[in-house]
C-alpha cells in the first residue's frame, strides 16, 4: 500500500510555501493550469476513452459511464472554470474582525489558508481540476483521492497540473493524487490528522457515511437533500405552480431539487390539480399520501419511506397537511437541513418558515435550486455543507480557509 | 445503560424552543439561575462535600481534589459568571453577510444557534453551570456529562438550573446531566448525530484524543498549548524578559503558558543569563539544549522529549537557534498551533512571523497568556480551539452558533 506519510509531508511543506505566495502568484499558475489543459488534450482525452474502454468492460451502469466521459466541450469547460477562478477574490488576509484592546493590544482575526485538503471523490475527473483549482486559489495544498473509474484520465490531469504549477515557479506537490486505488488508503486517508487538516467528500451517501463514520480529521460534509415545497393556503397559485415546477423538474438529479410538496389542507382541492398536471407533463411520477390521492386518484400511495428520500429522480411526494406547523413539523421530520422553502404571502407565516425550519437555506417565494455556490454569488464552490460546523450551505473560496488572530503589542504582560 | 435517545430527543424539543426566545427571555432565565444557585448554596456545598469526601476515600491525587473544591466563594463567582452573561451580545440574529442577487432574490446568512451541544468534560463543577450558561444565551440545548468524581454536586447544580428554567417558563430540558458514570456512556454520546449537533470536550489530553478518535458526531477540539516565546536578536530585552517570564509564570497551569524559550545565537549569551536569573528566582526549572547549558550551567539537560511537551507547570525548555527560519521551523515541528510570540524590533521580522507561523494566536512583542476570552473582549468562552474548523482560538458565544441562508424572493425560479 501506498506510504500516506511521505504524500502527507510533502504536502504539507508545499502548504507553508502556498500559504506566503501572493494573489499574482497563484492567478498565473491557475492561467497555466488552464493553457495546460488545453494544449495536453489529446492525451488527456485518450486516458479518459481508456477509463471508459475500462469501465465498459466492467459492466459499469450507463448512469456512471455517463459521470466518467470527458469530451473536447468538457475539457474547454474545465479549462475555463480554472480561468473564472482568477476574477474572484482572494480570500486569504481578509481581515474578518478586529480592534485595540484598552492595555493597546491590537488584535485581528485574519482568513488564512487551512494548509491540506483531502478530497475524497467518485467518477467524475472534472472533480479532479475544479477541486485542485479552488485549494491553489485559496493557498490550499490538496490530496486528491478520486475513483478507481477515473484513474488514467486523474493521472493524467494530476501530471499536466503540477507540470504547470512547477513551469509557474510553484510546488508541483501543491497537488497530489494517490494513484493507489486499494480501498484501505482511503481508511488511512480518513485517520491522517498529522498531515491533512480538513476531508472533504463528495459523492453519494454511502461515501459520505463511510468518511463521517471513519474520519478522525475533521471532515466538512457535502450532504444529500431532500427539500421541500409548502404551498401556504395564502400563497399565490401561480407562483407556487412555478416553483414546485422549477425545483422539481429543472435539474432532478442534484441535491437542491425538491423531492417532497407539502399542501395546506385548505387549498388543496384547488391547487393539486393544477400543479399535478404540470409536473405530470413534464413527466414527474407523483406519490401521494392518502387525501392527495382523493383528489388526484392517479398518484401512487407514498410510503413512509417516500417521505424520507432523495429521489434524485422525476419523482415527487405529495402531502396534505393541516397549515404551517404541521409543515414544519414533517420537515423537522425527514429533511435533511439542506433547502426548504415557503409559498405565502402572510408576512407572520413567511417569518414563522424562516425563523424555525432548521436547514442550511431556508426561502420564501423562490425556488429551491438556487442553493448553489454560483446563484449565491460565490462564483465558485467546493459543495454544498449541510452540516452546521465551519461552513453550512454553498461553500465558496471563503468556506477553504481558517482563521488566525494576529496580535501586535509593544511589551504588554497579563496583570 | 441509560437511554441517550430520550435524552437527545428531549434536548432536540427544547433546542427547537430555545431558537424561538427573544434574548430578554433568556437573560430572565439567567438571572433566575443565577439567584438560585445562591438560594441553594447550603445544598450544593453538601454535595459537593460528598464529592470531596469519596474522592478522598478513594485516594484521588490532591491536584484533583482541588479542582473539584467548591465553596462560598467559588459559588458566588459561578452565580456571578451567569449574571455577567446577561450583559453580553446575544449572537443569534445577528447578520454576517447578505444583499440583493440581480433577480432581486434577497440572500443574508444568519446566526442561528447549533441546536444540541454536548459537552464532555472533567472533575471541576464550575463547568457544569458554565456551560449551561454559556448554551443558553447562545440558543442552544445542552447534554452535560462530566467526570464521575462529581456527580453528587453536578446532580445538584443541574436540578438547581432546571428548576431556573422552569420558573422562567423555559424547558427544562435545555439543561440535561447524563447521570450515568458507566463509561460507556462516553461511546453512545460520541456517535449520537442523531440529536447531538456538536461535541466540545474540555479536560485533559487522553480525553480529547478519546473524543477526536471515536466521536462521528463533529468535534470542537479545545487542545492542549505548546507554547514559545522567540528572543530575536532585534528585540528588545527589557520586554523579553518581562514577555518570557508573565508567558512562563503568570499562571503555570494553563494552555496558553509558555513552554519552551528559543533564542537567537547572537544574543543568547548576553539575554539568557538575564532570563535565566528572573526564571529561577520565580522556581522555574530549566531544561536547555547544550549551547544553552554552556551559559547557564545549572540548567538540566533537555531531551528530544522535552520539546514537545506541555509542561503545565513551572518548567522551561531553552534552546539556542541560528536565527528566525530556525525558531520557525522548530515551533512547525514541536509547537500545538496554540499560541506563539517573537519579540523583535524589526519590522520585516515581525511580520515574517505572523504570516508564517501556522496557530490559533500569534504574538509580536506580547505575552502569550492574553490568548483568552475575556482578554481578548469576548466576555465569556467555552474554551479554546486549536483545530481550523469552523473556531480557532478562544471560542466566545458567536462560535457556539451556526449560520443559515434566508432567502426571500417574488417567485423566482432558476433559469
Chains 1, 2 share one sequence.
Not at 417565494?365 to 454560483?374: E, Q, W
Request: proline content about 3%.
Amino acid at each position: 500500500m501506498t506510504d500516506l506519510n511521505s504524500i502527507g509531508l510533502a504536502a504539507k511543506k508545499a502548504a507553508r510555501e502556498l500559504s506566503r505566495l501572493s494573489t499574482q502568484q497563484k492567478n498565473a499558475a491557475l492561467a497555466i493550469m488552464a493553457e495546460e489543459l488545453l494544449a495536453n488534450e489529446a492525451q488527456i482525452l485518450r486516458a479518459n476513452s481508456q477509463d471508459v474502454a475500462n469501465a465498459k468492460a466492467k459492466g459499469l451502469r450507463p448512469s456512471l459511464i455517463n459521470r466518467l466521459v470527458l469530451d473536447k466541450a468538457g475539457l474547454a469547460a474545465i479549462s475555463q472554470g480554472l480561468d473564472d477562478l482568477i476574477t474572484l477574490a482572494d480570500p486569504v488576509g481578509e481581515v474578518v474582525s478586529g480592534g485595540v484592546r484598552p492595555n493597546g493590544l491590537q488584535i485581528q482575526q485574519i482568513r488564512v489558508p487551512f494548509g491540506v485538503i483531502g478530497m475524497i471523490y467518485e467518477a467524475r475527473p472534472n472533480v479532479t481540476v475544479d477541486a485542485a483549482g479552488l485549494c491553489l486559489k485559496s493557498g490550499n495544498a490538496v490530496i486528491l483521492r478520486g475513483g478507481s473509474e477515473a484513474i488514467e484520465s486523474n493521472l493524467v490531469l494530476t501530471m499536466v497540473l503540477q507540470d504547470a504549477l512547477i513551469q509557474a515557479g510553484l510546488p508541483g506537490n501543491a497537488i497530489q493524487l494517490i494513484a493507489d486505488t486499494d480501498r484501505d488508503v482511503v481508511n488511512a486517508m480518513l485517520r491522517l490528522n498529522k498531515y491533512i487538516d480538513v476531508l472533504i467528500p463528495r459523492g453519494g451517501a454511502g461515501l459520505i457515511r463511510l468518511v463521517v463514520e471513519n474520519a478522525t480529521v475533521p471532515v466538512i460534509e457535502t450532504g444529500t437533500g431532500n427539500c421541500h415545497v409548502f404551498m401556504d393556503r395564502e400563497g399565490n397559485f401561480a407562483k407556487g405552480i412555478a416553483i414546485t415546477v422549477n425545483s422539481k423538474t429543472d435539474k432532478p438529479g442534484v441535491c437542491n431539487a425538491a423531492e417532497t410538496l407539502l399542501v395546506d389542507r385548505t387549498v388543496a382541492a384547488e391547487f393539486l390539480p393544477r400543479v399535478a398536471r404540470e409536473l405530470i407533463a413534464r413527466g414527474v411520477e407523483l406519490r401521494g399520501c392518502p387525501e392527495s390521492i382523493a383528489i388526484i386518484p392517479q398518484m401512487k400511495p407514498a410510503t413512509e419511506e417516500d417521505w424520507g428520500m432523495e429521489y434524485l429522480d422525476l419523482i415527487m411526494a405529495v402531502k396534505v397537511v393541516e397549515g404551517i406547523d404541521e409543515a414544519i413539523d414533517h420537515i423537522t421530520t425527514y429533511g435533511t437541513q439542506h433547502s426548504e422553502t415557503i409559498i405565502t404571502d402572510n408576512y407572520s407565516k413567511a417569518r414563522k418558515f424562516l425563523r424555525e425550519v432548521d436547514a442550511a437555506a431556508v426561502y420564501v417565494n423562490a425556488s429551491t435550486r438556487f442553493t448553489d455556490g454560483s446563484r449565491f454569488g460565490f462564483g465558485a464552490e467546493i459543495g454544498i455543507s449541510t452540516q452546521k460546523l465551519h461552513a453550512r450551505g454553498p461553500m465558496g473560496l471563503r468556506e477553504m480557509t481558517t482563521s488566525k488572530y494576529v496580535i501586535m503589542g509593544d511589551g504588554q504582560i497579563v496583570l
